[in-house]
């Protein structure tokens, strides 16, 4: 019964190499989000979308793209990745019954070397 | 925009005593203030939050917080604390409307036997 859940948990690439993060969510939510968990745990929002609409973009390279096939979906594609781009990568989920409480994933780890 | 200042880089406590987890918010309009509990290597999980009502909300494994709006603050405690608290603690307000929501630098809880 995973609520928000993020695929691959943990990635480890190389410089200059593209990939993708999937989240899902099955709360029924219409609004996800991308978070960016640093090296000394500072968080902070990149990305949200609402009914597949995006409303909050913050100041993020835009080698970074969001992409929500639809309300239960919310991928994150880098492309060209950067050393600096390593970090934990949280998606999220509110809306419903949930009001204003986001829920988290489990996290997805990059590795950048 | 919204901010949010959780002073203490950690807060150290014996097992069986009180702890208090600070936080104080800047935010135009009504909060909607939420704490977070992070364990290593993995996501957050909610463990409560302020929207309007009573001052004191009491929240998931016995933690409870007290809205202050005079003092703008959302002080997390709990009344006996368990080492199995010992955790990263966020703090995180938002706005009304589609307004992110915006972390603390969190705070370490190490609790001793």
């Known amino acids: 019964d995973t609520a928000v859940s993020q695929t691959p948990k943990y990635l480890v690439t190389q410089m200059g190499n593209d990939k993708s993060i999937k989240c899902e969510q099955n709360?029924?939510?219409?609004?996800m989000y991308w978070y960016k968990q640093d090296s000394k745990k500072f968080l902070k929002i990149m990305f949200s979308?609402?009914?597949?609409?995006?409303?909050i973009n913050e100041t993020v390279p835009n080698r970074f793209s969001p992409k929500s096939p639809d309300k239960a979906h919310l991928n994150l594609h880098i492309n060209s990745l950067e050393l600096g781009d390593s970090a934990v990568y949280f998606c999220?989920?509110?809306?419903?019954?949930?009001?204003?409480?986001?829920?988290f994933g489990e996290g997805s780890w990059l590795t950048v070397v | 925009a919204q901010s949010v200042a959780q002073p203490e880089d950690q807060v150290n406590v014996a097992e069986g005593n009180p702890l208090t987890v600070k936080c104080t918010y800047s935010?135009?309009?009504?909060?909607?203030l939420f704490w977070y509990v992070q364990y290593p290597n993995r996501g957050l999980q909610f463990l409560l939050k302020?929207?309007?009502?009573?001052?004191l909300v009491k929240g998931s494994y016995g933690f409870e917080a007290e809205f202050n709006k005079s003092q703008t603050s959302f002080h997390l405690k709990k009344p006996s604390a368990l080492v199995s608290d010992s955790a990263l603690y966020f703090c995180a307000v938002r706005g009304t409307g589609f307004q992110k929501l915006v972390f603390g630098t969190g705070t370490r809880l190490l609790v001793s036997p």
């Open positions: 709360l029924g939510h219409d609004t």
């Open positions: 999220a989920s509110s809306g419903g019954t949930s009001g204003n409480t986001i829920y």
């Open positions: 935010v135009s309009g009504n909060p909607y």
């Open positions: 302020y929207i309007t009502g009573d001052n």
């Open positions: 979308y609402n009914n597949k609409e995006l409303i």
